[in-house]
């Protein structure tokens, strides 16, 4: 008998339909999954295997609607070799595709409370799905919050959607830039702060993060001083991967393989591992 | 491991017939990979027959030391563990996943099919089967399967040996890995040699290995036998040279992250990655991907990778274990503490090749237990 070598780490070619750039480092890719492979499904907060022929693969998190599956977009920043060379792809290119992957947003859990979402940066693309999805089912969650910093106002990501869900009733959006420029008239400062005057229920709250290490680390300390019990807080973690489906050993994290027992975590799993350098 | 006791019954193989067991494998189809004599070691390598066993070597190990030797004896499993371990033929070091070629706009996905014959392991130690149980449970035991480690795996014959002869860097005894191999092979023997007669006491595990027993129609074994081999294991598992005491040993490494124990083991750490090579459980692995001079062909290739390494941790934020201090830490308590969290095992199984392949010698028992001598959190 001959084994079917790769299967799990066989990449398929899915046709880019089109490119969208958010900044002047950052682009969203917007994927067609081929009918061949059957419907793909996602959760928020999920994650991909991009692959860019011959160059190289990472994970990337889904940043689209998950109740859409047919259009998958992927919002990344050019910082390495294979980000870069995916800035370069175009309409009607392939990238190779392995996923879903990973923990997702706990949506299910959040209905009947509060939500209160902190992203920095990049790290609002991964919670991009979580928001629509809490907007699509917005009556079953009680308030919504997004607290978004950026470092500055060009560099913001999602813009439309930003000014759209700012221009809606149901959810509350404060937006704030470390560094302001000429035209900006909003918040200035880090993000955290902002965790402190946030209208939720600490009772009542799931609160989720997305953002550099050092900035989730700020807004937990916040969300715990709200109240907010350490099993409602959720954070989204990266690390190198080479696998995705806990074999290749990079993304350890002490006990925790981030790609399967992760991305997502709730703060407590990870508590007596955050702050602590090089674990 | 494992507390499964073969119900077989025992019989007594003449060392003279030990080629007659071999070749019924070989004619089974298999090949056979076993101990042999290469560049100064004894080392894993495909053999033709008992003529290429290491008849008459053994070696002497010290913490970053190696020596092989001629000691005369007619015994073939004269020896502890040598540099390599079975892990390279289940989990190969190197191995092409698939190739891509471009197609008008993107490109074609080509798998590749594993080649690898049916192997049979000859002489498998019991610290290594239980290594082989270890690495079943990281590429076979959650959802995703390595198809290449399962076929290979499932496809193999193992015929293990007892352990008499532990090393001076052994330590099966403390990790409940050995001497003896108690599940897992397909034969067992336990290698004899008194003044009068050379012979293996010789046990089936498996169905496989029973039926390929009965045919070689050997004789029972004496209770005189069983009595020596008893006598024997019990020599073996109080001979060890090492000691590790387990006793909460995960949770005291995990206590001691910050120990100032980590600093003064990575002045002396190359952080050259030998120690988790020669390991018969470590499985991490890295991919890569490359083109053809014309760009056009694209192949993946999986190959070990090592925790000592720095790129093992590089992503957009920079690498996210930057000094040797923290990757010896990693790997340490990888084996002896998160591993039992993510696998319900130690990921060591005290076979003594790290301490000897260290070219510092860096004994991880002797570190173990110095932070727990000084534990800085005690309970």
Redesign the interface.
């Known amino acids: 008998m001959i084994a079917a070598l790769a299967s799990p780490m066989l990449t398929t070619p899915w046709p880019i339909i089109k490119t969208h750039r958010e900044n002047s480092d950052t682009f969203t890719l917007e994927l067609e999954p081929p009918e061949s492979n059957g419907p793909f499904a996602f959760k928020p907060g999920q994650f991909n295997m991009l692959y860019v022929f011959g160059v190289g693969e990472i994970p990337i998190s889904i940043s689209s609607d998950a109740g859409n599956p047919e259009t998958i977009l992927h919002t990344t920043r050019k910082v390495g070799t294979v980000t870069n060379a995916l800035g370069e792809l175009r309409t009607g290119d392939s990238i190779g595709i392995r996923g879903p992957f990973g923990t997702n947003w706990p949506v299910e859990e959040a209905v009947g409370k509060d939500v209160v979402i902190v992203a920095g940066g990049i790290g609002l693309a991964p919670l991009r799905p979580a928001l629509l999805h809490l907007l699509e089912h917005r009556r079953q969650y009680k308030n919504v919050i997004l607290l978004y910093g950026s470092r500055t106002p060009e560099e913001m990501l999602f813009r439309k959607d930003l000014e759209k869900w700012s221009s809606q009733l149901d959810i509350q959006v404060y937006v704030t830039v470390d560094r302001a420029t000429r035209s900006w008239r909003g918040m200035v400062g880090v993000v955290t702060p902002l965790v402190h005057r946030a209208p939720f229920d600490r009772k009542n709250a799931v609160a989720m993060v997305c953002g550099p290490e050092i900035m989730m680390r700020y807004a937990t300390e916040e969300l715990q001083r709200r109240g907010v019990p350490d099993d409602m807080i959720y954070l989204s973690m990266e690390r190198n991967m080479k696998c995705a489906i806990g074999m290749c050993g990079h993304c350890q994290y002490s006990s925790e393989f981030i790609c399967k027992d992760g991305p997502v975590f709730s703060y407590d799993r990870i508590a007596h591992l955050m702050g602590k350098n090089e674990v | 491991m494992g507390e499964a006791i073969s119900n077989y019954a025992k019989r007594i193989l003449p060392s003279t017939d030990l080629d007659r067991l071999l070749e019924a494998l070989q004619q089974k189809g298999y090949t056979l990979v076993g101990p042999t004599v290469r560049e100064n070691a004894i080392v894993l390598e495909e053999i033709e027959g008992a003529e290429d066993l290491p008849v008459g070597w053994t070696e002497t190990q010290e913490a970053g030391s190696y020596k092989l030797s001629r000691n005369g004896s007619e015994e073939y499993f004269d020896f502890a563990s040598g540099p390599h371990s079975f892990k390279k033929y289940l989990f190969p070091p190197r191995?092409k996943?698939?190739q891509?070629k471009?197609h008008r706009?993107?490109?074609?996905?080509e798998?590749?099919?594993?080649?690898a014959p049916s192997y049979a392991f000859i002489g498998v130690r019991s610290c290594d089967l239980c290594a082989i149980e270890i690495q079943d449970k990281?590429?076979m035991g959650?959802s995703?399967?390595?198809?290449?480690y399962?076929?290979r795996r499932e496809k193999a014959f193992i015929l293990a040996v007892n352990c008499t002869k532990p090393g001076n860097l052994c330590f099966c005894s403390s990790m409940d890995t050995g001497p003896k191999a108690k599940s897992g092979y397909d034969l067992a023997v336990t290698e004899q040699l008194k003044e009068s007669e050379h012979v293996f006491l010789i046990q089936a595990g498996s169905e496989k290995g029973h039926e390929l027993l009965e045919a070689l129609e050997l004789a029972d074994a004496d209770e005189g036998a069983v009595e020596f081999e008893n006598k024997q294991l019990e020599d073996a598992a109080t001979s060890m040279g090492r000691f590790l005491d387990t006793h909460k040993l995960p949770s005291v490494l995990?206590n001691n992250?910050e120990h100032p124990r980590w600093e003064q083991i990575a002045d002396r750490c190359l952080s050259c990655a030998n120690c988790t090579l020669v390991c018969p459980t470590c499985?991490?692995?890295?991919?890569e991907?490359?083109?053809d001079l014309t760009?056009d062909v694209?192949e993946?290739w999986?190959q070990w990778?090592s925790?000592f390494t720095g790129?093992?941790?590089?992503?957009?934020?920079g690498s996210?274990?930057?000094?040797t201090?923290?990757r010896y830490?990693?790997w340490l308590?990888?084996k002896l503490s998160?591993w039992t969290?993510?696998f319900g095992t130690f990921g060591c199984v005290g076979c003594g090749r790290c301490i000897a392949w260290c070219p510092v010698g860096i004994d991880l028992t002797e570190e173990a237990a110095a932070i727990r001598a000084t534990d800085l959190v005690s309970d």
């Open positions: 191995l996943l698939w891509a471009r706009a993107g490109f074609k996905v798998q590749e099919n594993d080649q990281v590429f959650d995703y399967v390595d198809p290449v399962k076929e995990k992250f499985f991490c692995h890295t991919v991907d490359t083109t760009g694209a993946r999986r990778d925790c790129d093992f941790t590089y992503f957009a934020g996210a274990r930057a000094s201090k923290s830490r990693q308590t990888h998160t969290d993510q």
